[in-house]
């Protein structure tokens, strides 16, 4: 008999928008290659759900966690983990944190104070609740927007049920390469992206490239954060055929990515 599909861990991911010289612009982060899961890959800054995220004593500026569950089709209470998963990984992994302080301003979190906050984040000495509640912090869930929803192949051993979020930030605030998971940063426009990661020269996981390409149909940020997809979001659940020596991903409605997976203990991206 075969062995029952894993059981699909909550994540969150973000993808952070800015206005750039020749248009709209994302940023991307390089996966260190020893990584457990899509070593080597680009991405975006996300992580899977802390069951604490799911602690409800703090402030909450924004579209209140019943809203998402309907945008995300869930419970109210994985709706309000899956937004405080997605403010924290942003703070772990990108140095940003989307919280305002009482005077209503992002707060400033380039401080070695800070730093040393993030990693007991990091170490889960203390819960993300717990931080915002003591520094009496509101989190600005209205400074997100549901952009998609990625769940991994049954035949994955390590699968995710992942939201992913979009996001852009005041001027003068900057995500940072702090989180020790990724070797490289750096903002691109959406369609070059793409064209990199069909080439081979990126390589990237088919959720990345077709939230890519959904956001390349995008010249500024105010037209992603408007152009945000209606609730509910379906969730798009690929497959993984095999044709030949070779593995291809796809997707709900039959059409299969560009990208294929080779065969072999050691999985690799190949165009």
Known sequence: MSEAPAVPKH???VLFVRDGSDGLEVYLVRRVKGMPFAGGMTAYPGGSVDPRDMDAHFKWVGPEPAEWA?????????????VAAAVRETFEE????LA???????????GEEWETERLSLIDHSQSFADLLERRGLSLRAD????????????????????????TSLPEGIAPRNVGGEAD???????????????????PMLPPTIQT?????????????????????ITPIEPKIIKDGEVEYV???DGTRTRTAIKIGKNRSVAD
């Open 143 to 166: 400074l997100l927007r549901p952009w998609a929803h990625w769940i991994t192949p049954e035949r994955e051993p390590r699968r995710f049920d992942t939201r992913f979020f979009l």
């Open 250 to 252: 796809e997707l709900p």
């Open 94 to 97: 990108a140095g940003v944190l």
């Open 11 to 13: 994540a969150s991911t």
């Open 100 to 110: 305002t302080e009482p005077d209503g301003d992002l707060v400033d979190v380039s």
């Open 212 to 232: 890519l390409e959904d956001l390349a149909r995008f010249s500024t940020v105010q037209e992603a954060m408007d152009g945000a997809p209606p609730r509910p």
């Open 184 to 202: 490289h940063a750096e903002w691109v426009k959406p369609g070059v992206a793409v064209e990199e990661g069909h080439s081979g020269a990126r």
């Open 70 to 82: 309907k945008s995300f089709t869930c419970d109210d209470q994985t709706a309000r983990a899956l």
